[in-house]
């Protein structure tokens, strides 16, 4: 299994562009969340879904969107990208165990500087 | 949710044992204990968890206090590939919505090994 992958590794925006962050995972898992962490910082949740069709918004939704159309691929879209979304992003998975008896799988992580 | 106190930063000499504590005083009695670490420029990954008894596994154990308002993480030997932030991260057990998969972080302890 490769596990879950993201692309690109880094990227670097003008403000006001638009862009998306691909995240996919080979584990047939339910559950995808999208987190950003900024310098010194945990991380904190922007949109998550627990299957496909099924999105909802984290901590942090605002300046993105997600949508889930397969189990596999969980796309995060910056919709007019500013300089306040520099940051480093993780996409993350799991089996739907609820209460807290789930591991989550982290991809390698999006580096976004945006000028 | 409750909440997790952790040192800001630890070291530990290489191959000696390390301790992590983790201070969850208001925990209640259906939450999970979680521990993930971040390895530099890495995601995070899934270190250890427990309710009420200590575990063991590959990685570390946890030891969890009789009145579980604290735990310890032990890494037995500590190697520079044990340089990380380790994250402490209460789950509550009775979560059954979307929102119980999400994993709140702080700011973690981050641990030093000395060569």
């Known amino acids: 299994n490769a596990g879950v992958t993201q692309t690109p590794k880094f990227q670097v925006l003008k403000t006001g562009q638009s862009m998306t962050l691909q995240c996919a995972q080979d584990?047939?898992?339910?559950?995808m969340s999208w987190y950003r962490q900024d310098p010194g910082m945990g991380l904190r949740l922007i949109h998550y879904?627990?299957?496909?069709?099924?999105?909802d918004q984290g901590e942090v939704p605002n300046g993105y969107n997600v949508s889930r159309s397969t189990t596999e691929d969980f796309p995060l879209r910056l919709l007019s990208a500013a300089p306040s979304q520099t940051s480093v992003y993780f996409c993350?998975?799991?089996?739907?165990?609820?209460?807290?008896?789930?591991?989550?799988?982290f991809g390698p992580g999006t580096r976004l500087t945006v000028l | 949710d409750a909440k997790t106190t952790q040192p800001n930063s630890m070291e530990s000499n290489e191959e000696e044992p390390v301790h992590l504590p983790c201070n969850h005083s208001t925990i209640s009695g259906t939450d999970y204990i979680h521990w993930y670490r971040q390895l530099p420029s890495q995601g995070p990954e899934y270190v250890i968890h427990g309710l009420t008894s200590n575990v063991n596994n590959r990685m570390a154990s946890l030891a969890i206090a009789e009145d579980r308002k604290s735990s310890t993480l032990i890494l037995h030997r500590a190697t520079l590939r044990d340089a990380a932030v380790y994250y402490c991260?209460?789950?509550?057990?009775?979560?059954?919505?979307?929102?119980?998969?999400?994993?709140?972080f702080g700011k973690g302890t981050k641990l030093s090994v000395i060569p």
């Open positions: 991260i209460l789950r509550d057990v009775r979560g059954s919505g979307a929102g119980s998969y999400q994993l709140t």
């Open positions: 584990m047939n898992h339910e559950y």
């Open positions: 993350a998975s799991s089996y739907r165990l609820a209460g807290g008896r789930d591991t989550q799988y």
């Open positions: 879904s627990v299957g496909a069709g099924i999105t």
